[in-house]
């Protein structure tokens, strides 16, 4: 079954701190790439994505992401986190039909 | 991205009572899709509705769980008889189109808990 893996649940940070977020999922075919985020009492926004084309995508705050294909991950960073950052983060894949798959979330504390 | 409204935020109910979850999606967009979110998972599709019909309802439990999107009015996520793991956030998102590209607009969510 497609699966969507997010390797950490929790990540505290300190301000100024690089941040790399793992998300790999399991599927064999073309795949849609997305990361989310939900700041504390709003909705799910998306952050960035990747439909094909420079394997590294540019997002809204300073976020990237880089899309490898023979690992099939999609790990978000950004070299220098902001307290504003807290959130969760979710890496979601796209198999080529409505459906997302989603991981499970991690939870980024921004120590100021 | 302020469109997608989702009422009520918070839900309590005690087993075996029924929960109603409303969804209004943005202005101009007929397709609704319906995701929940369990303790420490990620989000799972749950159903896909357009304008009074049921696109796909694979991720739909078989049993309590019904969802319609009315001609007028918003979405609605029905759940009857509640227990205890239906406690989870549901989380609707809205779209102008049917669409691969995985740009839904999400609500706040709805967080129902059953005591």
């Known amino acids: 079954a497609q699966s969507v893996s997010q390797h950490n649940h929790h990540v505290i940070l300190s301000e100024a701190a690089s941040l790399e977020l793992g998300c790999n999922y399991s599927y064999g075919g073309t795949v849609n790439l997305f990361w989310y985020v939900q700041y504390p009492g709003q909705h799910l926004q998306l952050l960035l994505k990747y439909f094909s084309g420079d394997p590294l995508v540019k997002g809204i705050k300073g976020f990237e992401a880089e899309f490898i294909k023979s690992k099939f991950s999609f790990n978000l960073r950004k070299p220098s986190v902001q307290w504003s950052d807290t959130a969760e983060y979710f890496c979601a894949v796209n198999t080529g039909n409505y459906q997302l798959i989603w991981g499970a979330g991690t939870k980024l504390i921004i120590k100021p | 991205n302020a469109g997608v409204m989702q009422n009520p935020r918070h839900l309590v109910r005690r087993r075996g009572q029924e929960a109603r979850l409303r969804c209004s999606p943005m202005?101009?967009?007929?397709?609704v899709y319906w995701y929940r979110q369990l303790p420490e998972e990620g989000l799972k599709f749950m159903v896909y509705l357009q304008k009074e019909n049921i696109i796909d309802e694979s991720g739909m439990p078989k049993e309590r769980f019904s969802a319609e999107f009315p001609k007028e009015g918003p979405s609605i996520l029905r759940i009857q008889q509640v227990v205890r793991g239906d406690s989870a956030a549901y989380f609707c998102?809205?779209?102008?189109?049917?669409?691969?590209?995985?740009?839904?607009?999400f609500g706040e969510g709805s967080r129902l808990t059953v005591l």
């Open positions: 202005k101009g967009h007929s397709h």
């Open positions: 998102a809205s779209s102008r189109d049917s669409t691969n590209t995985g740009e839904l607009f």
